[in-house]
Structures are given as C-alpha cells and as structure tokens.
C-alpha cells in the first residue's frame, strides 16, 4: 500500500533507481589484433586464436618510416643501373612523391603521363603521331599531328639536366608488349629513365621493369 504523502501528490514514490556507470566492452565477436614483437596475434574471441607472422617488419615501422625512407639512396642507384622501374606502391597514395623528389634533387625533369589513353607507347613518346580531336558531331573530323613527346622535351631541356624521368601512372593496364618497348626506351634515348606504376603493395616497392614485362 503507497504511503498517504505519495497519494496525495498524486503518484507513488518510485523504488530508488541505483545507475552505475555502463563498462563498455569490446563485443565477444569482434576481433582482437595483438602485436607481440615479430609475432601478430589475431583472434575472433571464438575458439583458439591463430598466430600470423608479420615479414618484413624493420627499424623504420617504429621510428617514422613513412618519412623517414631509408631505401632512398638504393632507390637512386636502381635507376640508374636499370633505367627502366615498375613501381608499387601502398594504396593510399603518397609515398611515391619521396622518391619522385629525390630525383627531382638529382637534376632530372619529369613527363608524366596516363597509360590509359597512351595509345602505343613506341609512335607516341618517340614518332610524330596523329591526334583526332573530339568532333561532338557537329565538325567535321579533324587530325592534328603531334611531335614525338619524348623527343620535343628531350630538346627542350637545360644543358644542367641530367635527363628525363618519363613516369607513367596506371602502367598495370598496358600490355606486355608496351612494357617491354617502355624498358627498351632508355637504350633507344640514353638520356630517358623510365617508371611505371604497375600496381599497388603494402609498401613501396620496384623491380626492373623488362622482369615485369617478361623480356630477356
């Protein structure tokens, strides 16, 4: 039976409400990432936990190695000992502008270009080439020739350039004959590098290009 106070004010006391703070924890099935040393420790809180080894890891994961790049200066001495790179390079993007820039500090300049839309590699960066502008319909189809892309910049550079960088974004949809004409560039023009970015990896990687292209 309420208490006749509480009748008259037209409502029973409620029972006394004890609020604690709510301890927030992680759900059973979410998983759990655990790093220990070289050892990676990944469980789904469901049975045993698998053990994942993780390659690679160096002195440049715990000190800042997304800028401090220690492969810089073997980076350079691959450029210029093959002269034609595949890249791969992390998805978020980025990283590639380090090692562009310290090519940049080396005293070479830069084409840089699209693989899709290229056309064939070989008449466009070293041919003069037809160019047919979109005509909407309306104007009669025209064709207008270009000069050989690698070429006209080789002409146009400083006397204090050491060369041209031809980089080469999206390189994973060309072919592998195209690849293989991108490697053989720098011994056609010797004054050429060439980089192509053929792909994505957890970090940033090359290999010469003619091994990607499958050339001897």
């Not at 409502?11 to 409400?17: D, F, I, K, T």
């Not at 003069?128 to 009669?140: S, T």
């Not at 792909?199 to 003619?210: A, E, H, Y």
Request: glycine share 10%; with cysteine.
């Amino acid at each position: 039976m309420p208490p006749l106070a509480s009748m008259l004010n037209g409502a029973a006391l409620a029972p006394s409400l004890h609020l604690h703070p709510r301890r927030l924890r992680p759900p059973t099935s979410a998983a759990t990432l655990q790093v220990i040393g070289r050892r990676t420790r990944f469980g789904t809180g469901k049975g045993r936990a698998a053990t994942v080894r993780c390659e690679g890891i160096g002195i440049g994961d715990f000190i800042g190695g997304d800028l401090l790049k220690f492969d810089l200066g073997q980076w350079l001495s691959d450029v210029e000992e093959h002269k034609a790179l595949a890249i791969y390079s992390p998805h978020e993007g980025g990283y590639e502008g380090r090692y562009l820039n310290r090519l940049r500090y080396q005293g070479y300049y830069f084409l840089d270009l699209s693989a899709r839309g290229l056309g064939d590699p070989e008449t466009t960066l070293t041919k003069i080439h037809p160019v047919c502008p979109a005509h909407l319909g309306k104007q009669p189809i025209a064709r207008w020739y270009f000069p050989p892309e690698v070429d006209y910049r080789l002409d146009a550079l400083p006397p204090n350039a050491k060369g041209l960088v031809v980089w080469i974004i999206e390189a994973k949809v060309l072919s592998k004959a195209e690849l293989q004409f991108l490697a053989l560039l720098p011994t056609l023009r010797p004054k050429v590098r060439v980089i192509a970015e053929c792909g994505n990896w957890r970090k940033f990687m090359w290999k010469p290009l003619k091994e990607i292209a499958g050339g001897a």
